[in-house]
């Protein structure tokens, strides 16, 4: 391997340790719940979206819930409309 790409690997592994450096702006997966239900979630500037009905009437889930738990430092947390 050459030296640059050392480097950059050792530049990556800073960069994944400080999350703060990330920012996400837009994002969709899929997260599969109990009775392995598929929900679709999506994440488009600081505003989350669930395809489940529980989001449907409250505009947040356990499913976008998760997510942030996982983006943790890397979404803006809480600015769903309740
Ligand atoms: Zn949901």
Redesign the pocket.
Known sequence: MDYGMIGKIEKSKFYAEERDRIEFESLRVTVRGDNDSV?W?AYDNGIWN?D?A??GSRGV????MAMERVLEGMVKIGEVAY
């Open positions: 929900h979630v669930c489940c529980f989001f889930c356990s499913h976008t």
